[in-house]
């Protein structure tokens, strides 16, 4: 999505101790999204630049998340809002010479000595800035599928008034300014065979890979005949209150990893905690949220059981995706006594 982006030109009220002029100043700024620096942890900003301008924004990473705001408990109609301060500063600058991103983010974290700040304002506390944000998806490819490619940051303003050298500037509003983050990846070509558990009156199948999982959690019924040794026909069950699917984002796996053990548990482990939870949307007909199994006969007693899920639609909130219109699960082997 293409966001038109410019900054008009703004009155600016200068309060001098003699004649308090009217001085004009004009901020334009190009189309594209803001870049981002963040050579330590407590430095973290954002910025737009033309030519010899600059727009910075400084303000915690955590403000970022890809949580769309409409979702969560936040003020001024599903925005996040942030009081300018010390915390959250919003600063002009002029520079003596065009402007490049390393200028605004040297690698070595040191300021280069060439162009140089020749006027500088800084908001003053008392304004307000807004983050909305909204996923960006991808159109459906060949097989069916999309995917939520980043997310848009769409950070507006109001009360905004400058301190400069000869006085204040106040603008009771400005154009927005437009950030994007990825989005988490989502493979699923790479998780673990399918494994299973047995729960309480459920079977929970589960494939997993570092800080991802996909779970599928049948009744004991639908698995019982899902993954019977009838081999005339494809069996088909769907997606409900008793058939979950989940797609499972989790933190710091890195210290305490993923094993069979964490999905077999009777009481689910605390780590790794879950960061947060896709859920397949469940059947609303015979062609969506579709759970087909096909068994084949491998040996005489040996029978391997294909799951394929069909017309998936994958929903975290206000969000959602589709996995491809024959989405392979994975395979299950069971044996006969013989």
């Not at 800080?211 to 639908?222: F, G, I, P, V």
């Not at 088909?236 to 999905?263: G, K, M």
């Not at 579709?290 to 040996?302: F, K, P, R």
Request: proline share 4%; aromatic share 10%; glycine share 4%.
């Amino acid at each position: 999505m293409k966001r038109f982006f410019s900054f008009l030109v703004l009155a600016v009220l200068f309060t001098g101790c003699d004649d308090g002029d009217m001085q004009e100043v004009s901020f334009e700024f190009n189309e594209s999204a803001a870049g981002s620096c963040n050579s330590n942890a407590s430095s973290f900003f954002i910025y737009k630049t033309t030519d010899q301008r600059a727009l910075i924004l400084k303000l915690a990473e955590r403000n970022f998340t890809n949580t769309v705001t409409s979702d969560s408990l936040a003020q001024q109609g599903g925005a996040i809002s942030l009081d300018i301060d010390t915390n959250n500063q919003l600063i002009y600058r002029v520079y003596n010479d065009n402007i490049t991103p390393t200028t605004m983010c040297p690698p070595n974290g040191v300021p280069a000595a060439y162009p140089v700040v020749t006027e500088e304002r800084r908001a003053i506390n008392g304004g307000k800035m807004f983050i909305r944000t909204t996923p960006i998806r991808s159109e459906e490819n060949a097989n069916g599928s999309t995917t939520i490619t980043e997310y848009l940051h769409t950070i507006s303003f109001s009360d905004i008034t400058f301190i400069t050298a000869d006085g204040v500037q106040r603008n009771e509003s400005l154009p927005p300014v437009t950030y994007r983050t990825p989005a988490s990846s989502f493979n699923f070509t790479n998780l673990s065979s399918v494994q299973i558990c047995a729960e309480n009156n459920h079977t929970l199948l589960f494939r997993y890979l570092n800080d991802k999982a996909m779970t599928l959690r049948l009744s004991e019924a639908d698995a019982a005949f899902l993954f019977s040794n009838d081999i005339s026909a494809p069996k088909v069950r769907y997606l409900n209150s008793e058939n979950i699917l989940n797609y499972r984002f989790f933190s710091r796996t890195d210290i305490t990893p993923l094993t069979n053990n964490y999905f077999c548990s009777v009481t689910q482990p605390d780590l790794p905690s879950v960061r947060y939870i896709w859920t397949g949307n469940s059947s609303v007909d015979q062609n969506t949220g579709v759970i087909e199994v096909v068994t084949e006969q491998t040996d005489d007693n040996l029978f391997k059981h294909t799951i394929t899920l069909k017309n998936v639609t994958m929903a975290r909130a206000s969000q959602n995706f589709k996995l491809e219109r024959d989405f392979i699960f994975g395979e299950v082997e069971t044996t006969t006594v013989p």
